[in-house]
Protein backbone atom coordinates (compact mmCIF):
# COMPACT_ATOMS: atom_id res chain seq x y z
CA UNK A 1 0.00 0.00 0.00
CA UNK A 2 1.35 3.59 -1.14
CA UNK A 3 0.92 4.85 2.45
CA UNK A 4 2.42 2.16 4.53
CA UNK A 5 5.42 2.77 1.80
CA UNK A 6 6.02 6.05 3.14
CA UNK A 7 5.47 5.03 6.65
CA UNK A 8 1.92 6.03 7.48
CA UNK A 9 0.11 2.95 7.10
CA UNK A 10 -2.97 4.91 9.79
CA UNK A 11 -3.21 7.60 7.40
CA UNK A 12 -5.75 8.35 5.10
CA UNK A 13 -6.37 10.07 1.75
CA UNK A 14 -8.40 13.30 1.82
CA UNK A 15 -10.20 14.88 -1.15
CA UNK A 16 -12.19 18.00 -1.90
CA UNK A 17 -12.95 20.42 -4.41
CA UNK A 18 -10.69 23.00 -4.32
CA UNK A 19 -12.81 24.73 -7.12
CA UNK A 20 -13.37 25.33 -10.98
CA UNK A 21 -11.36 25.28 -13.30
CA UNK A 22 -11.86 26.39 -17.22
CA UNK A 23 -12.12 22.20 -17.62
CA UNK A 24 -14.07 21.53 -14.72
CA UNK A 25 -13.99 20.95 -11.50
CA UNK A 26 -10.02 21.17 -9.47
CA UNK A 27 -9.56 18.62 -6.43
CA UNK A 28 -7.45 18.62 -4.23
CA UNK A 29 -6.17 15.72 -2.08
CA UNK A 30 -3.33 15.10 0.30
CA UNK A 31 -3.09 12.67 3.17
CA UNK A 32 -4.16 13.20 6.19
CA UNK A 33 -3.52 11.88 9.82
CA UNK A 34 -6.07 13.02 11.62
CA UNK A 35 -8.78 12.01 12.75
CA UNK A 36 -11.56 12.53 10.76
CA UNK A 37 -14.03 16.23 11.10
CA UNK A 38 -17.66 16.01 12.06
CA UNK A 39 -19.84 15.55 8.75
CA UNK A 40 -16.44 13.95 6.60
CA UNK A 41 -17.60 10.67 4.94
CA UNK A 42 -14.80 7.76 4.98
CA UNK A 43 -14.76 5.48 2.33
CA UNK A 44 -12.21 2.06 2.68
CA UNK A 45 -11.40 0.23 -0.59
CA UNK A 46 -8.25 -2.28 -1.14
CA UNK A 47 -7.11 -1.39 2.04
CA UNK A 48 -6.99 2.57 1.02
CA UNK A 49 -9.39 4.95 3.45
CA UNK A 50 -10.55 8.23 1.75
CA UNK A 51 -12.26 11.08 3.77
CA UNK A 52 -14.19 13.56 1.85
CA UNK A 53 -15.96 16.73 3.77
CA UNK A 54 -19.41 17.23 3.62
CA UNK A 55 -19.26 20.41 0.54
CA UNK A 56 -17.16 18.54 -1.35
CA UNK A 57 -19.00 15.58 -1.15
CA UNK A 58 -22.25 16.94 -3.13
CA UNK A 59 -20.19 17.79 -6.14
CA UNK A 60 -18.42 14.32 -5.92
CA UNK A 61 -21.44 12.17 -5.39
CA UNK A 62 -20.85 8.99 -7.61
CA UNK A 63 -17.16 9.70 -8.63
CA UNK A 64 -14.45 7.71 -8.49
CA UNK A 65 -10.59 7.54 -7.63
CA UNK A 66 -7.89 5.76 -9.28
CA UNK A 67 -3.99 5.18 -8.70
CA UNK A 68 -2.64 5.86 -12.60
CA UNK A 69 0.86 4.91 -12.68
CA UNK A 70 2.71 6.17 -16.27
CA UNK A 71 5.92 6.55 -17.10
CA UNK A 72 5.46 10.40 -16.94
CA UNK A 73 2.70 10.91 -14.31
CA UNK A 74 2.12 8.69 -11.46
CA UNK A 75 -0.93 9.50 -8.68
CA UNK A 76 -4.09 9.48 -7.80
CA UNK A 77 -6.95 10.95 -10.63
CA UNK A 78 -10.77 11.84 -10.03
CA UNK A 79 -13.35 11.01 -12.68
CA UNK A 80 -16.52 12.41 -11.50
CA UNK A 81 -19.63 11.86 -14.10
CA UNK A 82 -21.58 15.18 -12.46
CA UNK A 83 -21.02 18.21 -14.96
CA UNK A 84 -19.04 20.70 -13.66
CA UNK A 85 -21.40 24.42 -13.76
CA UNK A 86 -21.09 26.76 -16.75
CA UNK A 87 -19.28 29.60 -16.28
CA UNK A 88 -18.83 33.00 -17.79
CA UNK A 89 -14.94 33.55 -18.37
CA UNK A 90 -12.23 33.67 -20.27
CA UNK A 91 -9.53 30.94 -19.47
CA UNK A 92 -6.38 33.07 -21.49
CA UNK A 93 -7.32 35.39 -18.17
CA UNK A 94 -6.75 32.95 -15.72
CA UNK A 95 -10.29 32.53 -14.13
CA UNK A 96 -10.97 31.01 -10.74
CA UNK A 97 -13.77 29.99 -8.96
CA UNK A 98 -14.09 28.63 -5.84
CA UNK A 99 -16.54 25.64 -5.28
CA UNK A 100 -20.00 26.25 -2.97
CA UNK A 101 -20.61 22.77 -2.39
CA UNK A 102 -18.45 19.26 -2.72
CA UNK A 103 -19.50 15.78 -3.51
CA UNK A 104 -17.33 12.84 -2.12
CA UNK A 105 -14.68 10.82 -3.67
CA UNK A 106 -13.56 7.37 -3.40
CA UNK A 107 -10.16 6.92 -3.23
CA UNK A 108 -8.23 3.54 -4.37
CA UNK A 109 -5.67 1.79 -6.14
CA UNK A 110 -8.61 0.90 -8.04
CA UNK A 111 -11.83 2.42 -9.12
CA UNK A 112 -14.88 2.47 -6.00
CA UNK A 113 -17.42 3.98 -6.56
CA UNK A 114 -18.77 6.92 -3.71
Not at 22 to 44: A, H, L, N, V, W
Not at 63 to 90: H, L, M, R, Y
Request: hydrophobic letters at 30%; aromatic letters at 6%.
Amino acid sequence: MILAEQGKPGATLRVWVAGLGCSGYRYGMGIDEKQPEEGDQIFESNGIRVIVDPQSLTYMDGSTVNWVDEQDNSGFAIDNPNPAPAKECNCGNGCDHTAEGSHEHHHHAEAERV
